[in-house]
Every structure is written in C-alpha cells, then in structure tokens.
C-alpha cells in the first residue's frame, strides 16, 4: 500500500475543525479516498452499518443547512462547501447477536459511525482537505431531506473541501487530566 501523504500521528494533532471553504470542487479521486477510509473503519462483529450520502447539490445542501440550531458555527459551511457527506446508520446491526442487544449500551450505531467519520476527517486532512463533525442538527429532517427509509437514521454530516481558514488548536486536557491506572482516581 502506498504511504500516506501524512503520518497518522501528525494527521492526528493537526486536524482542526473547518468551517470555512473554498469554492474549488472537491476531486473524485480525493472523494473516493476518503470515502474508501470510512469504509474501512472497525465496527462492531463488522457489521458495518453505515451508509453515506455525498451531496453536491447547493439546494439540497441549503435545506439540511436549515436542519442545524440557529447560531450553529457550521450552517455556512454545509451551505458553501463543495461537498457535504451525510452519514447514516442502519438500526439493530451494531451491537446486536441473533437479533438481541447485547450491550448495555444499546445499539452500538453511534460508536461505529463516528469511528468511520473520524477515519473520514482523518484521510481528508491528511490530504489537505477540511471537515467539521456536524451532529447538532434537526435529524428527523434531515432523514426527511434525504429520503432515509424506515430502519436508516441520520447520525451525522460534514462539509468537505478545501479549507479557507487556518483554525488554531483548542486547548487539550493534559493526560495527567485524563489517564487513571488500574482504577478510576488512581494516578
């Protein structure tokens, strides 16, 4: 496989939020890569449950602007980006066996798509592209908007093009902040 144009590490630390974009069109090559980088995020027992939808028509895009809380930092950029990508799930996949919930936590859809979204943003910046993780936003409409069927859900969406924007890095919890060992408390 050929290397990366970034290391994972610093594709990691570097990769801000965007939410303002050039106009240039996003290339099919550079889409397909990165939707070839959500595909093969893990999920739970591979049932990889979920479905994404590349949009590019502005009308479209205005109307699942209108789906975020007004003030959302991202309406604009779901307005101007070249392209948006929704991401949807397929219910009673992740975290299911034989049909049953078999973790406390639910069906595990949310975990799997933002493992696939986060590959996304990853592969994206790595390749000089920018998104912003979009969650705040009407879901019952946007699954309107894009015509879900009954068993798919909305989870999430992200504008993606080239940044015009810089962002700084905000700050980060130290691990000293974060990291217990061999129970909660203990440093």
Same mark, same amino acid.
Request: aromatic share 8%; hydrophobic share 45%.
């Given at each position: 496989?050929?290397?990366?144009?970034?290391?994972?590490?610093?594709?990691?630390?570097?990769?801000?939020?965007?939410?303002?974009?050039?106009?240039?069109?996003?290339?099919?090559?550079?889409?397909?890569?990165?939707?070839?980088?959500?595909?093969?995020?893990?999920?739970?027992?591979?049932?990889?449950?979920?479905? &994404?939808?590349?949009?590019?028509?502005?009308?479209?895009?205005?109307?699942?602007?209108?789906?975020?809380?007004?003030?959302?930092?991202?309406?604009?950029?779901?307005?101007?980006?070249?392209?948006?990508?929704?991401?949807?799930?397929?219910? =009673?996949?992740?975290?299911?066996?034989? =049909?049953?919930?078999?973790?406390?936590?639910?069906?595990?859809?949310? &975990?799997?798509?933002?493992?696939?979204?986060?590959?996304?943003?990853?592969?994206?910046?790595?390749?000089?592209?920018?998104?912003?993780?979009?969650?705040?936003?009407?879901?019952?409409?946007?699954?309107?908007?894009?015509?879900?069927?009954?068993?798919?859900? &909305?989870?999430?969406?992200?504008?993606?093009?080239?940044?015009?924007?810089?962002?700084?890095?905000?700050?980060?919890?130290?691990?000293?902040?974060?990291?217990?060992?061999?129970?909660?408390?203990?440093?």
């Amino acid at each position: 496989m050929e290397r990366s144009k970034m290391e994972v590490m610093a594709a990691i630390l570097s990769r801000r939020s965007v939410r303002r974009y050039k106009p240039d069109p996003v290339k099919e090559e550079d889409l397909r890569v990165v939707l070839e980088a959500a595909r093969w995020a893990p999920s739970w027992a591979n049932t990889q449950c979920w479905n &994404f939808i590349v949009v590019r028509d502005a009308a479209v895009k205005a109307k699942l602007a209108a789906t975020l809380n007004l003030g959302n930092p991202a309406t604009e950029a779901i307005k101007e980006a070249p392209v948006v990508i929704a991401a949807c799930a397929e219910l =009673g996949k992740a975290g299911y066996k034989r =049909g049953e919930v078999s973790t406390d936590k639910g069906d595990w859809f949310m &975990f799997d798509v933002a493992l696939a979204m986060q590959n996304l943003a990853l592969a994206a910046w790595s390749m000089g592209l920018g998104t912003v993780h979009v969650g705040l936003v009407d879901a019952k409409k946007a699954a309107e908007i894009l015509q879900l069927p009954p068993g798919i859900v &909305f989870v999430e969406m992200t504008p993606l093009g080239y940044p015009a924007e810089e962002p700084k890095a905000p700050r980060r919890r130290e691990l000293s902040e974060i990291v217990f060992y061999d129970k909660y408390g203990q440093r």
